[in-house]
């Protein structure tokens, strides 16, 4: 039983619609290009997103609060470095791509130079779980790959160093990137958005996530998924824990 508690779920989760309010839901950023192209499709065609419940939205808060002062913090740091110079502090650095013929856009976190040669900056806060798989296999996740590839696209950046930062327990790694040595991975996404992007279309657009065949679970990335109950419904998903799904048919 709770007196307060659900009350001031109920509160969060209010205050961060009402943050939100301006954001445009079918627009798309650069930071979106990454994620399952179905899921943007949704999102384009101005679908209706699933509710999000108050916890969600305290964690992503907490997430954007630790990036806001991550970025204070990092410009503090190295304002006056005689080795490192920096821009984009306090406010973020704007670009675009063009992907399926529509000018999308986003801002990096911040341009670097470390002896001279420029890098592009990108902080990103995980989960327990996520930095646990970043520093474990040291890979980033595919949806950052692709963002920061597209900054890279749309600043001209060559190298870009990815610092992620465990949300609870303060760790951090740093991840480069290389636009000559990604090239490839960039082009072919880009290609696949092209063909998605132009003309959305929920009969061609492809779910790029799906269920484990014997246990039917969705993965996590459906499982956060705002369209979710909306892209399953045929396989009437059922919610067996907070944001895990499992099909039942
Ligand atoms: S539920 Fe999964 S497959 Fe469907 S749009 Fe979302 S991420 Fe893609």
């Known amino acids: 039983m ?15 619609k009402e943050r939100n309010k301006k954001r445009d839901p079918a627009r798309l950023s650069i930071s979106s290009l990454g994620k399952c192209v179905r899921q943007l499709t949704y999102r384009a065609l ?30 503090k740091r190295f304002r006056r ?26 801002h990096i976190d911040g ?6 040669k420029a890098y592009l900056l990108e902080l990103k806060t995980m989960s327990d779980w996520a930095y646990r798989d970043f520093v474990r296999y040291d890979v980033l996740d595919y949806s950052y790959v692709i963002q920061t590839l597209a900054y890279m696209e749309g600043t001209g950046l060559h190298t870009a160093i990815v ?3 465990n949300k609870n327990t303060g760790e951090m790694k740093e991840f480069f990137i290389d ?3 990604s090239k490839k991975t960039w082009l072919d996404r880009k290609a696949f958005l092209d063909r998605h992007i132009q003309s959305p279309d929920l009969a061609t657009a492809p779910k790029e996530y799906g269920p484990d065949d014997k246990s039917m679970k969705l993965p ?16 009437k998903p059922k919610e067996e824990s907070r944001n895990k799904f499992i099909l039942t048919s």
């Open 220 to 235: 996590w990335q459906c499982g956060y998924c705002p369209f979710v109950l909306e892209c399953w419904a045929d396989r």
């Open 163 to 165: 610092i992620g930062v």
């Open 81 to 106: 470095s005689k080795t490192v110079r920096i821009e984009g502090f306090p406010k973020e650095i704007e670009t675009s791509v063009v992907v399926g013929g529509h000018k999308i856009e986003g």
């Open 179 to 181: 636009f000559e040595a």
């Open 2 to 16: 709770s007196i307060l508690v659900d009350k001031f779920e109920n509160a969060v989760l209010r205050t961060e």
């Open 111 to 116: 341009k670097v130079w470390i002896g001279g």
């Open 46 to 75: 101005g679908h209706r997103e699933r509710g999000m419940d108050g916890r969600s939205a305290l964690t992503l808060a907490v997430g954007t609060a630790m990036h806001t002062y991550l970025r204070r913090a990092f410009k």
